[in-house]
């Protein structure tokens, strides 16, 4: 359980590595504040995919991936919602985030 969440870490960590470096090159003349959001959403999307199939032997370690998840992607639906309607005119920040889903966090 404990090493599953350090690979979701470690796999968390070589993205946000991975995106700082080629940040310039892969957003080029995006708003700082758009490619903020990027990196925020990558790492939340990155966790999510971290999630355990549900097995009752394994429901601490599901409990402990969900709290990360929760944590690390708080407010992402509310920033994503901020984000298109700060730049609803420009289709170069639209056609970047487009593929993002608009409700991922759980009530």
């Given at each position: 359980?404990?090493m599953?969440?350090?690979?979701?870490?470690?796999?968390l960590?070589?993205?946000?590595?991975?995106q700082?470096?080629c940040?310039n090159?892969?957003?080029?003349?995006?708003?700082d504040?758009?490619v903020?959001?990027?990196k925020k959403r990558?790492?939340?999307?990155?966790?999510?995919g971290?999630i355990?199939?549900?097995?009752p032997?394994?429901?601490?370690e599901?409990?402990?991936v969900?709290?990360q998840v929760n944590?690390?992607?708080k407010?992402a639906?509310m920033?994503l919602?901020r984000?298109k309607?700060?730049?609803?005119g420009d289709e170069?920040v639209l056609?970047?985030?487009?593929?993002?889903?608009?409700?991922?966090?759980?009530?």
């Amino acid at each position: 359980m404990i090493m599953c969440i350090k690979r979701a870490l470690v796999s968390l960590a070589l993205l946000v590595t991975f995106q700082s470096g080629c940040a310039n090159e892969a957003v080029d003349n995006i708003p700082d504040d758009v490619v903020s959001f990027i990196k925020k959403r990558e790492a939340c999307e990155t966790l999510r995919g971290e999630i355990p199939d549900s097995n009752p032997e394994n429901s601490k370690e599901i409990d402990e991936v969900v709290s990360q998840v929760n944590s690390k992607c708080k407010g992402a639906d509310m920033d994503l919602a901020r984000i298109k309607a700060k730049y609803a005119g420009d289709e170069r920040v639209l056609n970047r985030i487009s593929g993002y889903e608009e409700h991922i966090e759980s009530n």
